[in-house]
C-alpha cells in the first residue's frame, strides 16, 4: 500500500506545480505579468483541488502507518489492493467539491476595473483584495472551510502518530522500537 500511496501523493504534489509554472514562462517569455479572468479561475481551482487531494493522501499514509505498525497483523486486511484503490478514489473525489465550492465563493464576487490580475498566479488573498463587493463573508468561509480541513487531517495525522510512538514504546524488541521509529521519520 505505501508505494502505491506515494505513487498517488506524487501525481499532485507535481500537478500544483505545473498549475503555476506555465504561466509563469508565458509571462517571462512575453515580458509580462498578467493572466486572464479564465487562466484565474483555472489556477485557482486547480491548485486548491491539488492540495486538498495532496492533503487527504498525506492522512490516508499516516493511516496506512498506523496500521502497518499498531496492527501488523491485520494490515494486509485492512490495507488490502480494495481499500486501498477505495480510500484513493475517495481521495480524488474528495478535492472535486472542496475546490469547486471555494473556487465558487471566490468568483461569485465582483472584481474591480478589468478581469485582469497582475501577477502570474491568482492567489486568493490577492484577489480578495481587488474585489469591490464586501468580500468579509467570503473571506470567512473560505478561510474557515480550509482551516476546517487543514486542522482536521492535521489532527488525524497527530493521532496516528501518537498511536504509533507510544505502540513503539511498549514494543519490547529493541529492533521493532527502532523499525517503528525508523518508519515514522
Not at 52 to 61: E, H, N, S
Not at 88 to 94: Q, R
Not at 135 to 141: M, R
Not at 154 to 170: G, L, M
Request: proline share 4%; glycine share 4%; with cysteine.
Amino acid at each position: 500500500p505505501m508505494y502505491f500511496l506515494l505513487m498517488n501523493l506524487s501525481i499532485p504534489d507535481l500537478a500544483s506545480i505545473s498549475v503555476t509554472i506555465p504561466q509563469s514562462m508565458a509571462n517571462s517569455l512575453s515580458n509580462t505579468r498578467l493572466i486572464s479572468y479564465a487562466g484565474c479561475v483555472a489556477q485557482v481551482f486547480l491548485f486548491i483541488f491539488f492540495t486538498a487531494v495532496d492533503f487527504a493522501f498525506l492522512t490516508i499514509m499516516a493511516y496506512d502507518q498506523y496500521v502497518a505498525i499498531c496492527q501488523p497483523l491485520h494490515s494486509e486486511t485492512i490495507m488490502n489492493r480494495g481499500a486501498c484503490v477505495q480510500m484513493a478514489a475517495s481521495a480524488w473525489i474528495s478535492g472535486i467539491p472542496i475546490s469547486t465550492m471555494q473556487t465558487g465563493i471566490m468568483f461569485a464576487l465582483t472584481f474591480c476595473d478589468s478581469n485582469k490580475v497582475d501577477q502570474f498566479f491568482c492567489e486568493i488573498p490577492q484577489l480578495l483584495k481587488i474585489t469591490c463587493s464586501d468580500s468579509y463573508l467570503g473571506e470567512v468561509v473560505i478561510i474557515s472551510f480550509l482551516l476546517f480541513l487543514g486542522l482536521s487531517c492535521f489532527a488525524f495525522i497527530i493521532v496516528s502518530y501518537v498511536q504509533i510512538f507510544k505502540n513503539s514504546a511498549e514494543n519490547p524488541s529493541e529492533q521493532g522500537r527502532h523499525k517503528a521509529f525508523k518508519t515514522c521519520t
